[in-house]
């Protein structure tokens, strides 16, 4: 692959290296529902929450578990609804929200039973999970206050009710990792830092937190750390594209190029929506390999997958520019 073309991949690549490091880039988050019945009957089994997005399409649906809650892992950043439905649910109380990068959304919604199943008679705070019962509500309240004010972007003050809500509840793993992914908006990274690494050693298995610890260390290119932090990510949670692509950046910056390309051949096979850019990745990769025609291959099932996504018209201009340096020689 001759110079330019290297020259012009480096360019799409530098572009997307500012859009990580500025935390521009869409970054997905975690939901958590809890159903109560208003009879304080037993948790219907049947039951299906749905996420429903601001164009009327179905986000995720997932059933409630034992305790009648639904979570959600890998939610796109956004507005959303809450719809619950089921066999014996008559009705929920409304409920909209909105998510922001790398944060943890804990939500309650009230339903009603159609009368069936109430007739069971079980307490519905048996169903209770023991987090539920273990955060005191006044931690909860100021963790829901902080929420509201991140959806506001308003981090100085979403910064102190989670302060406050870790006060009251000093083992709040959710508190700690929305107050690390407050301090990386606000650029105080290492206060993030900390607030994550407290995240996850109160909750080892709290995948979003090791990926906003990927995010801080991807702003300071310490990548070994990157690849570190988002593997134990994806050990524990199925991965989203955003993940994949932080993963293949650091992977690229290691100079680890055959880890670039299995990267984007596993959100590829995972039909992953918004794994594109992975394309242009394994595409650097390939050529760092001198491999042009797989680099070439690469940015044409870009193309394919995104033909007017915001990066087509450069990578139109990148194959242009490989086929004329072609007929030249």
Known sequence: ?????AVLLFLLLGNAFAQFSTGSVAMTGRVRVQIWFADHAACDPSTFVALIANDGFTFADNAVDGHCV????????????????????????????????????DLEVRARHTGGFEAQGLAAAAFVSVSDLSVPATARKEFEKANHLISKQDWAKAKERLGKAIAVYPLYAAAYNNLGAVYTHMGEIGQAREALQKAVSLDGHMALAYVNLGRVSFTTKDFPEVETFIEKAMSLAAPDAEQLKLLAYAQLADHHLDQVIETSRQAHRSQLRHHAFLHVLAAKASELKSKSDDSIAELKEYLTEEPTGPRAEKIRNVLAAFKAQTAER
């Open 1 to 5: 692959m001759t110079g330019r073309l």
């Open 70 to 105: 639904a979570e959600f892992f890998d939610v796109r950043a956004g507005n959303y609804h809450v719809k619950v439905t089921g066999a014996e649910v008559a009705s929920a109380d409304n409920v909209d929200f909105t998510l922001s990068p790398g944060m943890t959304q």
